[in-house]
Each structure stands twice: as C-alpha cells, then as structure tokens.
T-cell receptor, first 114, second 114 residues
Framework: AQSVTQLGSHVSVSEGALVLLRCNYS??????LFWYVQYPNQGLQLLLK??????LVKGINGFEAEFKKSETSFHLTKPSAHMSDAAEYFC????????????FGKGTTLSVSS | DVKVTQSSRYLVKRTGEKVFLECVQD?????MFWYRQDPGLGLRLIYF???????EKGDIPEGYSVSREKKERFSLILESASTNQTSMYLC?????????????FGPGTRLTVT
C-alpha cells in the first residue's frame, strides 16, 4: 500500500532563510507526486507536481522539489522564505490510476519569523 | 480555471441532526472526492465517486453516506451527526482523462457538532 511520510510536523525558519520540507513515499509503481499548500481556513492549492520527465520540478511562489527515486523522496525547497509562506504544506502521492484518490502525508506547518 | 465550491464555509449542528454538505464543480470532471482534515492526521478519504450514481468507500466511511445524482454535484451526508465528526471537510475533483492526476479542491466546510 502507498504511504507518505512528512518528517517534522512543524518547521520554523527566519525570513530570508532556506525552506526545506521533507517528504518520503512508498509506492510499488512509479509514482505521481504532489505538494499542496493550505493557508488558514482555505482549501488546498497545488504548488507543484511530478509526473514524468525532469526530476527537478518548479512550482509557484518560488518553490521547487526534486524527485529522487533511489531515496524515495520528494523534498520541497525554497531558497529564501517570505512571511507569506507561512502555511501548512501537504505532500501527496498517486499511483496514476484514473479515479483513485491521492494519499496525503500528515502535513507540515511552516512558520516564518521576521 | 477549475472551480470547486462548497455550500457552506462554517456550519454548526447539534448531535443527532442529519447534515448535508454540498460540493459542486464546473469542469465536467468525472471523479469527485470527500476528505476530512484533522490536526496531525492530514487528509483522510471518506468517499469518492467516479461517475454519476457510482460511489466507493474510502478509508473512514463509517457514519457517512454520499449522493451523486448529477455529474457536477457530490453530497456528503452525516446521517446522525456526532461530536467526533467535528472537523474540516474538503471536496475535490479531477478528470479521468489526462495524465497529471492532480485534484482540485474546494475551500472547505468547517463543521462543528455540539
């Protein structure tokens, strides 16, 4: 069965510092991988996704993630944090079958201090 | 842009009441999903539907039912609301065709059962 592990339920950084949110997955087939962001009292918004092709994926708001098959990881990074990045981030995986749900990690709350 | 709307942002109901949560999408997607979100647990799948009148149980269907009479609308029903169903409920949709498998989310309904 698929599963997603997000290391660290809460990450705190200073404004301007590197953001690194960790995600590891288990999947029996080549996965499709996603990062979503949720701002307070809102739904989930897609940040970026990996389907096939280039393993370094760029998303919105300056975020990027790298798919590393050998490490079964899909960590999310941003070179310089901004106060507006404070939110909850979810990593998700799909085995790519139509009509199946995503499997989500438990989420990481990012706090950014000035 | 894909739009997924949910009938209420905030809802307060009493124990034992029958509760209806409505979700509508405007992109002719075949697949629709209901998740519940609780702190520290991430998103958990309650039910999903891959076609009109079709439904599949997710990971936590107990205490819930669903209805999909029209392609664009997917309703979540709490037959007899209980306090442990106090949560954030998120609806999502995606198409069967295409290769990205990302899901599009509504803004969520925060339900409080007293």
């Amino acid at each position: 069965a698929q599963s997603v592990t997000q290391l660290g339920s809460h990450v705190s950084v200073s404004e301007g510092a590197l953001v690194l949110l960790r995600c590891n997955y288990s999947s029996s087939v080549p996965p499709y991988l996603f990062w979503y962001v949720q701002y307070p009292n809102q739904g989930l918004q897609l940040l970026l996704k990996y389907t096939t092709g280039a393993t370094l994926v760029k998303g919105i708001n300056g975020f990027e993630a790298e798919f590393k098959k050998s490490e079964t990881s899909f960590h999310l990074t941003k070179p310089s944090a901004h106060m507006s990045d404070a939110a909850e981030y979810f990593c998700a995986v799909s085995e790519g079958q139509a009509g199946t749900a995503l499997i989500f990690g438990k989420g990481t709350t990012l706090s950014v201090s000035s | 842009d894909v739009k997924v709307t949910q009938s209420s942002r905030y809802l307060v109901k009493r124990t034992g009441e029958k509760v209806f949560l409505e979700c509508v999408q405007d992109m002719d997607h075949e697949n629709m999903f209901w998740y519940r979100q609780d702190p520290g647990l991430g998103l958990r799948l309650i039910y999903f539907s891959y076609d009109v009148k079709m439904k599949e149980k997710g990971d936590i269907p107990e205490g819930y039912s669903v209805s999909r009479e029209k392609k664009e609308r997917f309703s979540l029903i709490l037959e007899s609301a209980s306090t442990n169903q106090t949560s954030m409920y998120l609806c999502a949709s995606n198409p069967t065709s295409g290769s990205s498998y990302e899901q599009y989310f509504g803004p969520g309904t925060r339900l409080t059962v007293t």
